[in-house]
């Protein structure tokens, strides 16, 4: 019996998503008919060929990507070293516990407190609908994110290991490229991937940091709800396209996911 | 007697300057970014805050009169009501509702587990403008599938007051009660399972089992996943502008909203600096009594 409450559960857990791409796929009188169409007579591209063509869907695509690639790689990268400094460099101690505890807790910063300075001087420095501006104003979010992480997953190397690199004569540098990356490739794609989805997701900086050359899929998105009718047909597909890839990536990937998920918060 | 001390002394400092530069080099680069990323902002926010500064003009030094005028303004307090009871109801039920179903799953079906945990990787990775405008669709007034399920056509939640508040609670729950979940799951799986057992031979109820033996086991877990979630709950933006913009009249705008409108679409730059210190002060005070009392029971880093 919970096992047929659970799967109920999960049915309706996935509808929303469902009926977002069906209605992607329905044809204009299908969406705007009532009783509302479960089985729609006949489906079609009709709404992404729509978005290709008349709302700029391939810049808006092409911008995010720019901008999670980049901004994922920085944060990962940055990340890292600083989670090596605080893990391994332990000199000296307090400070690095009194850095960790303050990286954690600039996760509570609220976005929009930095946002309107940044709009202020983004205008100032012409960094407003640049990918520059966008990409720095998006460390914001994965960074420390990475950097907890990070510090998690080298922890959980072995010190001997590090310590023999180092006895042989390695440089901390050294040790990190090539002894500590690929024994924390796992815990580097999980950052990585967790970074992207802050980025690619991300709408409030997006649309007052961008324009019109560099604006993101959330805002194309958001674009659409006027207060006037919807035009839900482009707006499902629009939808459709943006949780499409990190979906599929985060199902291919579950477990790096759920370990990055879980990490820290359920300890081994 | 002191020369040689002193001497010997050199050396070690020497080589203390240079393993705290070697530090600087691996941390620094972040602590740089992050400071000129988030903290510079939050200064810059802080002079702003000083000043009458409207339409993108910085007109006279007011002191703290913009704050004033905040604590004055009935908005700034509907403001916070409204935030306070979205993240209440929003982590509330992502808890128990994660929590409950974590315990279910763990219990019961692991054959299944993969199955459930697939289907609810996939509001994690679900931009919340995406939640927002799916959610209206599903509710649109006029050809809403929920509109028929529930028989309520022609009925707008997003518009209607007490419902509208609801609905974005209903997307930020869709969303993050997978969170919870994930969370949960692994750490109930992380229970040695003969604990259970022996408290079951003890003759100990279902609901004991799970109350005295298997929360405590998962309590540092279950702290962990309420403040990262409180700490994200505090500032939702998305979902509202996509779900509701803030209506009806202002009974679904959060702080973050009305910071947003007040800087950002009205330009009383003063006024949205001003609310957006006392925000961050709050959460400040909030987060940081939070971590010292988790941070004396648990170790958090």
């Known amino acids: ?268 | 007697v002191g020369e040689p001390v002193s001497v010997s002394r050199l050396p070690r400092n020497l080589s203390r300057l240079s393993k705290g530069a070697e530090h600087l080099l691996f941390v620094g680069p972040a602590v740089f970014l992050l400071l000129a990323i988030v903290i510079f902002p939050l200064v810059y926010t802080f002079v702003a805050s000083l000043y009458n500064w409207d339409l993108g003009q910085m007109l006279d030094f007011v002191g703290f009169g913009n704050y004033l005028n905040q604590f004055r303004d009935p908005n700034f307090w509907l403001a916070m009501f409204v935030t306070l009871q979205m993240t209440v109801l929003s982590v509330g039920l992502e808890f128990v509702i994660g929590l409950g179903l974590a315990i279910l799953v763990n219990r019961e079906l692991r054959a299944l587990q993969p199955v459930i945990r697939t289907a609810l990787l996939i509001p994690l990775f679900t931009a919340p403008v995406v939640v927002g405008s799916t959610f209206r669709m599903l509710l649109d007034p006029q050809f809403g599938v929920l509109q028929f399920v529930f028989n309520i056509r022609g009925f707008a939640p997003t518009a209607t007051d007490p419902f509208a508040l609801l609905t974005v609670v209903a997307g930020d729950v869709w969303q993050w009660t997978p969170f919870m979940f994930i969370i949960f799951l692994a750490a109930l799986q992380g229970v040695p399972r003969d604990t259970i057992e022996a408290a079951r031979v003890d003759g100990a109820s279902g609901w004991q089992q799970t109350r005295f033996v298997l929360l405590p086991q998962i309590a540092y877990a279950i702290v962990v996943a309420l403040l990262l979630r409180l700490m994200d709950a505090l500032k939702i933006f998305d979902v509202i502008v996509t779900l509701t913009r803030g209506g009806p009249g202002r009974s679904t705008e959060d702080a973050t909203f009305a910071i947003y409108r007040l800087g950002l679409e009205n330009f009383y730059t003063g006024d949205a600096a001003a609310f957006s210190w006392i925000l961050v002060v709050i959460l400040s005070v909030l987060v940081g009594i939070l971590f010292r009392q988790i941070h004396g029971r648990y170790k958090l880093v």
């Open chain 1, 1 to 268: 019996v919970i096992g047929a409450i659970l799967i109920i559960f999960a049915a309706v857990y996935l509808f929303p998503t469902f009926w977002m791409v069906l209605t992607s796929l329905k044809k204009r009188a299908d969406i705007f008919t009532w009783p509302p169409t479960f089985l729609p007579s006949s489906i079609g591209l009709q709404h992404y060929v729509e978005l290709v063509q008349n709302r700029d869907l391939l810049p808006h695509l092409i911008s995010s990507l720019i901008v999670t690639a980049a901004g994922a790689l920085i944060a990962t990268t940055l990340g890292t070293l600083a989670a090596y400094g605080l893990v391994r460099l332990r000199w000296p101690r307090e400070l690095n516990r009194q850095l960790s505890l303050w990286v954690l807790s600039l996760r509570m910063m609220p976005p929009i407190s930095a946002l309107i300075p940044m709009v202020i001087l983004w205008g100032h420095l012409h960094l407003v609908d640049s990918y520059l501006g966008l990409i720095l104003a998006y460390i914001f979010f994965p960074l420390p994110l990475a950097i907890w992480l990070m510090q998690i997953f080298l922890s959980s190397i072995p010190e001997e290991i590090t310590e023999a690199a180092q006895v042989e004569g390695a440089s901390h540098f050294q040790t990190l490229l090539r002894v500590v990356v690929p024994l924390a490739r796992p815990g580097l794609a999980t950052t990585m991937l967790l970074s992207a989805n802050l980025i690619w997701n991300e709408f409030l900086f997006a649309s007052q940091l961008s324009g019109s050359k560099t604006a993101t899929l959330p805002v194309l998105i958001a674009g659409f709800l006027g207060d006037r009718a919807m035009d839900w047909g482009p707006l499902a597909a629009a939808g459709t396209i943006s949780v499409l890839p990190m979906v599929l990536i985060a199902v291919i990937a579950q477990r790096h996911i759920v370990a990055g998920l879980t990490l820290g918060a359920v300890k081994d």
